[in-house]
């Protein structure tokens, strides 16, 4: 059997695993996610600022209409239609400005704002 494994209960196991969900579990404690509200035909806040590796999640907050998030300097990468009480979430790797506005509503416009 190889190091680093043993054998408990008839299933093999990491011997290390705690250590690996330590890990795994810190990492993912360190992202963050901000949230952006969508209400009254607006993004709300308008504009957020991050750090790389973090992410936003847009909430669809209106009571009958449907709402997305389009890039338009990333090839018009566009997120699914958010129904009400439906989000979407995007991490974000990269540092820049990321300016979006909502596919059918274009005049609802926002900022993600990534820093390293």
Known sequence: MPSGL???SGWLCLKRAPL???LFSFAALAETVVEVRIE???FR???VSIKAGDSVRWTNHEKRTSHSVVFPAEG??????MFPDESWQRRFDKPGRYAYHCGPHPEM???V????
Do not use: C, F, I, M
């Open 6 to 8: 043993v054998k408990h």
């Open 20 to 22: 690996v969900l330590a």
């Open 40 to 42: 009254g035909y607006q």
């Open 45 to 47: 806040p308008a504009e």
């Open 76 to 81: 018009g990468l566009e997120s699914e239609r």
């Open 109 to 111: 416009t926002g900022v």
């Open 113 to 116: 704002l990534v820093t390293e």
